[in-house]
């Protein structure tokens, strides 16, 4: 168990719909990560929030959207689902830094499977 | 841009002997950082070992070591004396000074009693 805790575990919707996605970071931690790994796209990396501010961005639609709150939980909201959008979301908490990069190890927690119909 | 490269889709290793897992990338960093997750059959994703680009060093977690060569541009993981728990899909992944994140495409690898 890495501490990382993601609801709900499944998700089963229909094209069109919105969906949010919700993970706790380990305590104590800071960044937390998130991630979509689909058959065809493999693991990428969408979005990085620390302390509540986005910090890096990576191949996130623009129909996809996250925060961070005050106490470091965060939320991805997936908009205008398409049947791509099917995939398991990934959420990872770092310890992180204030300085310009973390170069703390990440922890996954274990993911929301998401179908869109 | 940054790429991960696992040129091997599957491996299959006896049980108690040594496998090595293939990882190539490409940057034009020179301060970055490598690592190797598993992910078995629950979809977890567990961090097996880091290593820092700016060490020499390769990295060693018991039976799990890595090879390091920063000129070369390889990060190949050896796991020594296999077991059959050490069965999953093996991410190589490269993170930038930027914090952005890139995975390879993983190795599943099985392990034949």
């Known amino acids: 168990d890495s501490g990382v805790t993601q609801t709900p575990k499944h998700l089963i919707t229909a094209t069109g719909q919105r969906v949010t996605l919700r993970c706790s970071p380990r305590?104590?931690?800071?960044?937390v990560y998130w991630y979509q790994q689909s058959l065809d796209q493999g693991l990428q990396f969408l979005i990085q929030y620390y302390n509540g501010e986005e910090r890096a961005k990576g191949n996130i639609l623009e129909r996809f959207s996250a925060q961070q709150f005050p106490d470091l939980h965060s939320e991805l909201n997936l908009s205008s689902l398409e049947l791509g959008d099917s995939a398991l979301y990934f959420c990872?908490?770092?310890?992180?830094?204030?300085?310009?990069?973390?170069?703390?190890?990440?922890?996954f927690g274990p993911g929301t499977r998401l179908t869109v119909l | 841009a940054q790429t991960v490269t696992q040129s091997q889709p599957e491996m299959s290793v006896q049980e108690a002997e040594t496998v090595t897992l293939s990882c190539t990338y490409d940057t034009s960093e020179s301060d970055y950082y490598l690592f190797w997750y598993k992910q078995p059959p629950s979809r977890q994703m567990i961090l097996v070992i880091r290593?820092?680009?700016?060490?020499?060093q390769n990295a060693t977690e018991n039976r799990f070591s890595v090879n390091f060569q920063k000129a070369a541009k390889s990060f190949s993981l050896k796991i020594s004396d296999s077991q059959l728990g050490d069965a999953a899909m093996y991410f190589c992944?490269?993170?930038?000074?930027?914090?952005?994140?890139?995975f390879g495409k993983g190795t599943r690898l099985h392990i034949l009693p």
């Open positions: 992944a490269y993170r930038s000074p930027e914090d952005k994140i890139i």
């Open positions: 305590s104590g931690d800071l960044s």
């Open positions: 290593q820092e680009a700016y060490k020499q």
């Open positions: 990872a908490s770092s310890v992180g830094t204030s300085g310009e990069a973390s170069t703390d190890t990440q922890y």
